[in-house]
């Protein structure tokens, strides 16, 4: 049964949200007044002492505020200044720097994640503020010392037991750690490298990726919000680390379930009740989520979609705007940092809440749009439909509907601007399959440069919940002039062709442009060395695979020279001028194996297209001798599309197979990138077939840390057996957009080479 709760002279029930401090407006005004007259900007982190006084992380504007019981706001810590002058002093005069994470102990002492600053603030309840740990420099050092004299980086939450331990998400180093009453520092989950790995073990021995949040319960749990895991995890006492929810996968899919197989999206800060149920800062799902402990999870607050409408009606059917902070005061009232609405919100006795159940067919779309487009290209533009209710939805109550924005146009149908679809015979299964509402559209040749805005709108004809069911797709269409040089182009060899002595194969070269990119650099000289025990053969050919029209194809222009070991090809590799060579372009040249080539890998062909830096071409003669044979591909594509500035990251996850009938053991790799990615560890990690662990193989950078060498890497693959190997790389902050290519080499000479595509996005 709902009760109510009386709050000044209002009464509200139970689940009711309202806002607690700042009116909507970015900024800062003034202190002394109503909570809820004044500005706030970006309040990430919220805290709450024993009597019911909330402390805000006013993040842009570089302070920590209080809200009395009574509604009164004032700053605790910060002057407004972004910066550090000293310690010891009082809290409200000296320097901030982008406060993210706040809490309170039993003493009433506050605690601050000083982001910026590198560095934990303790304020005390006479209102003097010192560090607690961290230096002030960026980085890590090591453990078991004093926590002010090391490095933390990018330090964002904060937590404080029974006992007066401290606990600190080290964003940047990827772990959480512990500084003890006495103040001695130690890692308590996270080994500092950013990923995830497994669960069940030591925490102290996996990886985390960007932690953000922590709390602890009453008997010692830590509770972290793994980030760009998207998960939360939980280390016990004796420092064993689980996950209590989420699935890893980012997005939204229900509530109702068991909390470890649906997905959150980038949870932040995390709370912790007295009964102890957990609520996650949701925040990219714009809801605060909540796990009991029979590890249930519910939405407490939020319908999903961003923004702000008004407060004083049921928490779960009102919009957030990246609500990160989470608070539970001693009444079970929990208050929520509502970051991009730039208030804090409270809902009243959020764990006494019975969350509505979800109507028979809950429909939500995937959206599928590029980020941007040239004129005349295809491309795909709409949305998965997905049914996350308890019951089947069918198909033939479901339609979608696109309409375009003017500029683009579809194309497979003239029907118009409004294009739908229907599913007359299919059903959707409660949390499984997907129907394909995405529609094959083109901007048109008259289309100018700019943001187009399409709408799409999922309608269905039966008990549905209405929430996330309409969309706007923007996409920008770019209409940029032609590059009159060829060293815009990116060439890589697609295959690496074989053969028996006396007979032919082909090479395949892939040139490809930036993204929307058009180049034409006219008819232009290519000088192609054949490998040893190779000699060119045959007429060779080009093809557009990707264009509306299908694949265009043709011969080339070419002359070979020097018995067949040179062929020089005078064509123009023009890309994305028209629409007959959109996408990319593909030479496929002839070779032929001379009759007495000895067999093996021969790395010492090359093609100089025009003025660009020569590409690597190999080849492989068959034969009894051939020795290792291996297969190398490229998975896990979802992770090889980066931005610039990334750091961190595994954008190349290659698979390797030994295809041969002899054992592959210690054998050299050579890794190697291109301009605007480089190789940020003198290592290289590898999972094995059957394995339950990862293995470290130890290398050295060389080139600027774009060429990365492993020395009798111990691989150890049978015949037919399989390892994956991932290199740890980061992302040039000037990197240019489009496809490149990094390269992998096995064994000195080469008995196997692959090439692993990465995406750099704007």
């Known amino acids: 049964m709902t009760t109510s709760r009386a709050v000044a002279t209002a009464t509200y029930p139970d689940g009711t949200i309202i806002t607690a401090a700042g009116n909507g407006e970015a900024g800062f005004v003034v202190d002394g007044g109503p909570a809820v007259g004044t500005k706030l900007y970006n309040p990430y982190g919220v805290a709450v002492d024993g009597s019911g006084n909330l402390y805000i992380a006013d993040t842009s504007n570089h302070r920590v ?5 009574n509604g009164i706001i004032t700053t605790v810590a910060g002057n407004g200044q972004a910066g550090f002058v000293s310690d010891g002093g009082p809290a409200v005069a000296t320097k901030l720097h982008n406060p993210y994470g706040v809490a309170v102990d039993g003493s009433g002492n506050l605690y601050i994640a000083d982001h910026s600053n590198h560095r934990v603030r303790k304020v005390t309840p006479n209102g003097i503020i010192t560090t607690v740990a961290g230096n002030g420099q960026a980085g890590f050092v090591s453990d078991g010392g004093p926590a ?7 330090p964002i939450g904060v937590a404080v037991d029974r006992e007066g331990n401290l606990y600190i998400a080290d964003y940047y180093n990827h772990r959480v750690r512990k500084v003890t009453p006495n103040g001695i520092i130690t890692t308590v989950a996270g080994n500092g490298q950013a990923g995830f790995v497994s669960d069940g073990g030591p925490g102290v021995a996996t990886k ?8 602890v319960d009453h008997d010692g749990n830590l509770y972290i919000g793994d980030r760009y895991n998207h998960r939360v995890r939980k280390v016990t006492p004796n420092g064993v680390i689980t996950t209590v929810a989420g699935n890893g996968i980012a997005g939204y899919v229900a509530d109702g ?3 470890v197989a649906t997905s959150v999206h980038y949870p932040s800060h995390v709370a912790v009740d007295g009964a102890g149920n957990l609520y996650i800062g949701d925040g990219h799902n714009h809801r605060v989520r909540k796990v009991t402990p029979n590890g ?3 939405t407490v607050a939020g319908n999903g979609i961003a923004g702000y409408v008004a407060d004083g009606g049921p928490a779960v059917g009102e919009r957030l705007y990246y609500p990160y902070g989470v608070a539970v005061a001693p009444s079970g009232d929990l208050y929520i940092g509502d970051g991009a609405n730039h208030r804090v919100r409270k809902v009243f006795a959020a764990a006494t809440v019975t969350p509505p159940p979800p109507p028979i067919a809950d429909l939500y779309g995937e959206v599928i749009l590029p980020v941007t487009v040239p004129r005349r290209q295809e491309f795909d533009l709409g949305a998965r439909v997905h049914n996350r209710g308890p019951a089947i939805a069918s198909g033939e109550h479901i339609t979608v509907v696109l309409t375009l924005a003017d500029g683009l146009e579809s194309a497979q149908e003239n029907n118009g601007r409004r294009l739908t679809r229907t599913f007359p015979g299919a059903d959707l299964a409660p949390n499984r399959g997907s129907l394909d509402g995405v529609f094959r559209v083109r901007a048109t040749d008259t289309t100018a440069p700019g943001t187009y805005e399409s709408t799409l709108e999922i309608q269905y004809g039966g008990d549905l919940n209405l929430k996330d069911n309409s969309f706007t797709l923007p996409v920008t269409v770019v209409v940029p002039e032609p590059t009159a040089d060829e060293r815009a182009l990116t060439v890589y060899q697609e295959n690496i062709p074989e ?10 070269l892939r040139y490809v442009s930036p993204v929307g990119q058009p180049v034409n650099p006219g008819i232009i000289t290519q000088r192609f ?5 190779f000699t060119f053969s045959g007429r060779p050919t080009y093809t557009y695979p990707d264009t509306v029209q299908g694949a265009i194809t043709g011969d080339l222009q070419h002359e070979i020279y020097d018995s067949g070991r040179t062929l020089i090809i005078r064509d123009n590799p023009h ?17 032929r194996a001379q009759p007495d080539a000895a067999a093996g890998l021969a790395s010492d062909g090359s093609a100089s297209i025009g003025q660009r830096p020569p590409v690597q071409i190999l080849a492989k003669v068959t034969g009894a001798d051939a020795g290792h044979s291996a297969r190398i591909v490229q998975t896990q594509l979802e992770k090889a599309r980066v931005k610039p500035g990334q750091q961190w990251v595994y954008p190349v996850v290659l698979t390797l197979t030994n295809t041969g009938r002899t054992r592959i053991g210690p054998a050299d790799i050579v890794f190697t990138a291109p301009e605007g990615l480089w190789f940020t560890e003198d290592r290289v990690m590898m999972s094995r077939e059957g394995a339950t662990y990862e293995t470290e193989l130890a290398g050295q950078r060389s080139n600027g840390n774009r060429t990365l060498t492993i020395r009798d890497a111990a691989l150890d693959l049978d015949p037919g057996k399989w390892a994956v190997v991932y290199p740890e790389m980061e992302v040039q902050a000037d990197a240019a957009t489009g496809a490149v290519r990094v390269g992998m080499r096995i064994g000195i000479p080469p008995f196997a080479s692959g090439n692993a595509t990465v995406t750099i996005e704007a």
């Open 65 to 69: 505020r209080k809200v009395t019981s």
């Open 148 to 154: 002010v004299a090391t490095k933390l980086y990018g």
């Open 208 to 215: 985390l990726h960007y932690p953000w949040g922590v709390a």
């Open 257 to 259: 379930g068991p909390a």
């Open 296 to 298: 249930i999870i519910t």
């Open 499 to 508: 053969a028996a002595p006396g007979q032919s194969a082909r090479v395949l």
């Open 529 to 533: 060395s054949a490998p040893t025990g």
């Open 575 to 591: 890309l994305n001028t028209t629409h007959t060579d959109a996408g990319t372009l593909i030479y496929s040249i002839g070779l």
